[in-house]
Structure formats: C-alpha cells, structure tokens
C-alpha cells in the first residue's frame, strides 16, 4: 500500500513527488461495482492509483424518474389538446418545449459526480481531486487539486469542437494554456462518429500537446473488452507537463467522456 509518512513534514512532499514521477501508467476500469472505479498501475503491474467517481444512484434515480414524470405530463397535455380541437402545430411545440425542459430539470436534478484519487484502495490517502465545475454552458468545466487541496489546474471540454474531434484543454486557474489533449487523426475520429471502432479496429488514442504544439505524451485504448488505457509520456523526459494534470486528463478522457 502507498502510504505516505506523516503530512506535516517535508518526507510528505518528497513521497507525493515520488509517487507522480512517473513515464508510462496503465489505466483500467474495474468491473463489478457498484460506483465508478478504476486502477492505475505501474510497468510492473503494481497499482500506484485508486480512482473513485461516486455513482450517486438513488439522486441520479431521482433526477430520471422526475424528468419522465414532467415528459408524462407534457404528452398528457399534448393529446388533450389535440383531442379538443387544437392546432397540430401548437401540440408539436409543446413536445418540443416539453422535451427541453425535461432535460433541463433531469440535468439540474443529476449530482455532481466528483473524482478523486488515491494512493490506497481503501481510499485513506487522497492525492488528487477533480471537481465538476458546471453542467450547462459550451464548455464543461473540471477544477484539479492536489492532496492539500490546493488547485492544480483547470480541465475543459469544449463541447463543439469536440464533436467531429474529442479535445480537452489544460489550463491555470487566471486562464494560461498548460496543454492540450485531442483524438490523434481527424480522419480517425470522423470515422469513428460514422461507424464506430469497427471491431476495435478504430480504437479511440490520444495525444497530448504542449501549448507550443509539441507532443509529448499519448493515451491509447488497449485491445480489451473493458477500458483500458496505457499512458504514456516517454517523450516527455524533461517533464514539461505536470504528471498530475497529465494524469486527470487522462482519467476525464474515460470517465466524462461517456465511453
């Protein structure tokens, strides 16, 4: 277990700098839990991170049964309407107004889902925290912290771009760009949209740049059945990216991404 010594003293910070020096992880989901877990091990196979997203299923439940309650009265008022004599355009308007405002209300009801990483799998020794800033807007918004709870650094997804090529920016909390994380080709990931990974053909890799545009890392899905991810940041020897923003970045690219 990755215990660390005692948080007062400097052997603290020395085995948090320890524990971040590191050039390749591998990332793996595990299966049959309850909430969102993965583990991050070493070359060796030794895990080095425990990562938790709460699954929050009874307010999650909440949010999807309210959002079919409103979608059930939305129709129930349609069909009333209509029955009465109402004008087809009005009745399609409700549905569409209707359907907006059930997502609306299931996506403010949905909690925020929170990750947090470990260096224990019983979860005693947080390491980072990756916070969900908002759930409306163009760009999704995660705040990384480090163990102390001090910020790290701003994760964003924006939502545009993002449709024809999967992107995530890295930057300081006053707005300075640390690095850029996108799907490796354009053309792969067009194909991807149009017909999948084609029997794991067109798995979804990443690379990782550098403001400048350098690359120095990449995230690529293994051949399994489950999420697996290797990362690595071999050509990244001078360590010009923060290992933990690397690190959150690659954990979003999993487990926001909705895959």
């Known amino acids: 277990m990755n215990q660390p010594p005692q948080q007062t ?5 020395h085995w948090l700098q320890q524990l971040f020096d590191f050039r390749t992880l591998s990332v793996r989901q595990k299966l049959m839990t309850l909430n969102q877990r993965y583990v991050v ?3 060796n196979g030794q895990p080095r991170f425990h990562v938790l997203r709460p699954t929050l ?9 309210a ?22 355009i009005l009745v399609i308007g409700i549905f569409i107004i209707g359907g907006y405002i059930s997502s609306i209300i299931r996506v403010l009801l949905i909690p925020y889902r929170d990750i947090r990483v470990f260096a224990d799998e019983a979860g005693q020794y947080p390491v980072l925290t990756i916070s969900q800033e ?37 930057e ?6 640390i690095a850029r994380v996108q799907e490796d080709s354009i053309l792969l990931a067009l194909l991807r949209r149009y017909i999948g990974t084609f029997y794991g053909l067109l798995r979804t890799n990443f690379d990782f740049l550098l403001p400048d545009g350098r690359r120095v890392g990449e995230y690529n899905r293994k051949l399994t059945l489950t999420d697996q ?3 690595d940041l071999s050509s990244d020897p001078e360590v010009l990216l923060d290992r933990r923003v690397a690190l959150a970045l690659g954990i979003l690219l999993d487990t926001a991404e909705g895959r």
């Open 9 to 13: 003293h400097d052997p603290y910070h």
């Open 41 to 43: 091990e070493d070359p």
């Open 57 to 65: 299923i009874g307010r999650y439940s909440l949010a999807v049964i």
């Open 67 to 88: 959002s079919w309650i409103g979608s059930l009265a939305i129709t129930i008022i349609a069909v009333l309407i209509l029955f009465k004599g109402g004008n087809l």
């Open 134 to 170: 908002n759930k409306f807007g163009l760009t999704h918004r995660y705040l990384i912290q480090d163990a102390l709870g001090g910020p790290v650094a701003m994760a964003k997804r924006p939502l545009i771009p993002s449709i024809w090529r999967r992107r995530w920016l890295a």
């Open 172 to 177: 300081t909390l006053d707005g300075r760009p």
């Open 229 to 231: 991810y290797l990362l």
